[in-house]
């Protein structure tokens, strides 16, 4: 079970791992995610599943080296196994037809993005969609992104590729030169905080994914925990989408930075 079957390095620190789980990619749905484990000992990471192949009984999904735990994943190879996979958990997204949906990206983010663009396709939208990274060799998933899209905008903020920017700027430019029925945007917290507030202020509904936050995936840590509309959600039994504009972005970014020295003082003594 859970044989990795390919591998591709995106850039030095992003990985995409293609596994055997023929139920997982069965069952899942845009948003999705699994909870992936290596070794007997191994931390619990959830991961979004970027991909399913229910021919070929496979999932694909989407990994940055952050600390420990992370790099032995990206450290697997072909042939090998990852030792336990569950999945998929979490609520999928709720696609329907609705007009024209604007989905946005950055970094990372843009794996999970990609089912979801591919469902609001599928499902008869207009699909639009903005991808950003810091620089052109950060940027995953272009192809796939512009072969789904009905049009696809890139924003590299040192102008390596695409447009020199930000991805609410490539955002703007399409909310302003036609109607948006929907948003959904996907990426580092302070990203999705401003693509919110972008989007508040022209009156467009939007959603936000937060599985970053995520921890033990079933509810039972509170680590996940968030204030989305003055009450308190676990992101991974309630989410991990919510309504963008009732999160409280300034407690989950202050949150994520809890444990940053434990995480450099283990991934130190990992690498020594």
């Known amino acids: 079970m859970n044989k990795i079957v390919e591998k591709e390095n995106f850039s030095e620190k992003v990985v995409k791992i293609v596994v055997e789980a023929p139920l997982i990619a069965k069952a899942r749905k845009p948003g999705n995610f699994v909870i992936v484990r290596v070794g007997e000992k191994g931390e619990r990471i959830p991961l979004t599943i970027a991909g399913a192949d229910i021919a070929k009984g496979t999932i694909t999904i989407i990994v940055q080296k952050m600390g420990v735990s992370s790099t032995k994943l990206c450290d697997l190879k072909v042939g090998e ?62 192809d796939e992104m512009r072969k789904n899209s009905d049009e696809l905008i890139v924003m590299t903020d040192d102008g390596s590729h695409g447009r020199k920017g930000l991805v609410t700027e490539g955002m703007e430019e399409v909310i302003k030169r036609e109607k948006v029925d929907e948003c959904i945007t996907i990426g580092p917290a302070i990203m999705m905080k401003f693509c919110s507030l972008l989007t508040k202020k022209y009156e467009i509904p939007t959603m936000a994914s937060l599985n970053s936050i995520m921890v033990d995936g079933t509810g039972m840590c509170g680590a996940c925990r968030v204030t989305v509309d003055g009450k308190t959600k676990f992101t991974c039994v309630d989410g991990p989408e919510f309504d963008a504009h009732k999160i409280d972005f300034d407690e989950m970014m202050s949150r994520l930075g809890g444990y ?13």
């Not at 336990?84 to 949906?101: A, F, Q, R, S, Y």
Request: with cysteine; charged share 25%; aromatic share 4%.
């Open 81 to 142: 196994y990852i030792t336990d996979l569950v999945g998929p958990l979490g609520k999928p997204t709720e696609i329907h037809n609705v007009g024209t949906v604007l989905c946005c990206g950055g970094g990372v983010g843009v794996a999970p993005l990609l089912p979801i663009v591919e469902g609001y396709k599928k499902a008869g939208n207009r699909v639009i969609t903005v991808i950003a990274a810091r620089s052109k060799d950060l940027l995953i998933l272009e």
């Open 260 to 272: 940053k020295e434990e995480e450099k003082d283990k991934m130190d003594h990992f690498e020594n």
